[in-house]
């Protein structure tokens, strides 16, 4: 749509402009495939309902079930720990070279074999599915959806490769030294290169040849609820190297192993699982997927084609939601908010709107400010007239309409993010805010009075009446405004760009669509009802 289009699809919704119907506006800014919600609103939940009838069912086999397995998880975790120390004996916890040798041969069998008998001791019914790739066919193996702590039953049918874990794990007593006899590759929460020293462990590990033991990876990073595949990270598809898929399916009635960030806790899902007569668990081996010249440069584009195959497979959707999310929705609970209101696809939106976690986050404390007293946690056109301060106009619902993408009548946190960056940011320019300042400032004494910024924004909000003093009184420090404290408002709440450059589009269209002779010239125009120059009054908006 052209700029004049644009502000006349404004301008039909302001009293008295007696053009088109409102009702049959197009809207402003055309909306992008990109950027419409994901498929599954929110995989971090997990909510398992049980009847009646099954709770007593599970009181009674617990009676029997848990003590018994409890005692045998205890045993075989006793057991395996000599087998473990004599595998790591004399090694340092960071490994410079692969464990070979006597020890290997004689501790690596028994250890898969307690693996084996721990998790049948838990009542996992396990079946394989496919071919499991040698080191040297595919030195990593990326394992998904990734959704409880029960998942690492696949590096043991996997038979034991390295997996990558926290420095921190490996210091507990009993599992620490189980760690360690997989050979892991650490990750140190203190070492600020440590994300660089785990990429280059890693490549040195896939490219050495078989030398090394298998690397297995959880490229998601985060547990689910296996409703979707969510971002792979690209630490294991770096190396350039092929990796062998490895889906996970636990086709049970009632699921009593997810553990995601709301739902049961640990022991609770312990106590559930260890009550059930058995639980079943389907791991099949993918075939190995070669990436191509392009994607061994682009290991995101790898890790995508690996993660649409995967999702493909087990029938469900992807999203771009990552870890990053969960750390919004923790602190959207923090705020009083629904927990959910804080999932935003983080990878997709500060990929594409170019915004950091700290500018997302900030974006939160703003949205929960404004949303806090509605019911939901979502904004209504109600609590939008109230935190701008202005009344609810035609401008103001075509503002409103803009960040409520789905056309629901409430905007939710991203869509609010969204808004801020696509719609309001860009046209926050400094060109626009001096324009802005110029059209306010009707005397040009380098000043804004409080009626003049009455006259201005009656006129571009179409309410004759309006009472602006609650607002003036927010951006002056005394009788009038500066050009500094306009500057600062209006970079601090660019929700008011698009009033500002709606109006100020409106004019434009209005000058030059006047007879040539009839057109004021632009040293005339300057400070009334248009900018400078016609390239000054373009806004800098992007279509999203």
Same mark, same amino acid.
């Given at each position: ?392 106009? @035609?401008?103001?619902?075509?503002? /409103?309409? !803009? #960040? +409520?993408?789905?056309? &629901? $009548?409430? %905007?939710?946190?991203? *869509? ?14 400094? @060109?626009?805010?001096?324009?802005? /300042?110029? !059209? #306010? +400032?009707?005397?040009? &004494? $380098?000043? %804004?009075?409080?009626? *003049? ?92």
């Amino acid at each position: 749509m052209s700029r004049c289009g644009e502000a006349a699809a404004v301008a039909a919704t302001v009293p008295g402009a007696d053009v088109g119907n409102a009702g049959l506006r197009p809207p402003m800014v055309p909306r992008q495939a990109s950027f419409f919600p994901p498929p599954v609103r929110n995989p971090f939940v997990q909510q398992t309902r049980m009847g009646a009838a099954k709770r007593v069912q599970m009181f009674f086999l617990g009676i029997i079930l848990l003590p018994v397995r409890a005692i045998l998880v205890v045993v075989t975790l006793l057991l395996s720990w000599p087998f473990a120390a004599i595998l790591t004996a004399c090694c340092p916890e960071r490994l410079t070279h692969p464990i070979t040798g006597w020890r290997r041969k004689m501790a690596q069998p028994a250890l898969k074999f307690l693996g084996h008998v721990l998790f049948f001791s838990m009542g996992f019914v396990v079946s394989v599915k496919g071919k499991i790739a040698s080191p040297v066919e595919a030195p990593i193996f990326v394992v998904a959806p990734h959704s409880t702590f029960f998942d690492g039953i696949a590096c043991v049918v996997a038979g034991l490769p390295s997996m990558v874990s926290r420095n921190e794990n490996v210091q507990v007593p009993l599992i620490g030294r189980l760690l360690r006899a997989v050979q892991p590759v650490l990750v140190s929460r203190v070492d600020p290169d440590s994300r660089k020293n785990t990429i280059n462990e890693i490549i040195r590990r896939a490219t050495s040849g078989g030398e090394w033991p298998q690397i297995l990876v959880f490229p998601e990073g985060t547990c689910t609820n296996r409703s979707c595949l969510i971002t792979f990270k690209p630490g294991a598809f770096i190396p350039g190297v092929p990796v062998q898929p490895v889906l996970l399916r636990y086709p049970n009635k009632l699921d009593t192993v997810t553990w995601t960030w709301q739902g049961y806790t640990f022991i609770q899902l312990c106590i559930l699982t260890w009550c059930q007569p058995f639980t079943k668990v389907e791991v099949e081996f993918m075939p190995v997927q070669v990436p191509s010249d392009e994607e061994k440069s682009d290991p995101v584009l790898f890790a995508g084609r690996v993660r649409n195959l995967m999702a493909e497979a087990l029938g469900i959707p992807v999203t771009d939601h990552t870890y990053e999310d969960c750390r919004l929705m923790i602190s959207a609970g923090q705020l009083t908010l629904p927990m959910e209101a804080g999932l935003v696809e983080f990878t997709k939106i500060s990929r594409k709107l170019k915004l950091d976690w700290d500018g997302i986050r900030k974006h939160l404390d703003e949205y929960a400010a404004i949303a806090s007293s509605s019911k939901g946690g979502r904004i209504g056109i109600e609590e939008f007239a109230e935190y701008l301060k202005l009344p609810v106009s @035609d401008v103001l619902r075509q503002l /409103f309409a !803009l #960040f +409520d993408r789905n056309h &629901d $009548g409430s %905007i939710d946190f991203r *869509e609010y993010v969204i808004g801020l960056a696509v719609l309001c940011n860009p046209a926050n320019t400094e @060109d626009i805010i001096q324009v802005a /300042f110029k !059209l #306010f +400032d009707v005397d040009e &004494d $380098g000043y %804004i009075s409080e009626q *003049e910024f009455s006259t201005i924004l009656q006129a571009a909000l179409g309410v004759p009446d309006l009472d602006v003093s609650g607002l003036f009184k927010e951006i002056a420090h005394g009788d009038s405004v500066s050009f500094e404290e306009f500057r600062s408002f209006a970079l601090k709440h660019p929700e008011y760009a698009k009033i500002f450059t709606t109006y100020l589009d409106l004019q434009t269209c209005y000058v030059f669509s006047l007879p040539e002779k009839s057109q004021p010239s632009p040293s005339s125009a300057s400070n009334k009802v248009s900018p400078e120059n016609r390239d000054e009054s373009t806004s800098d908006k992007k279509d999203d």
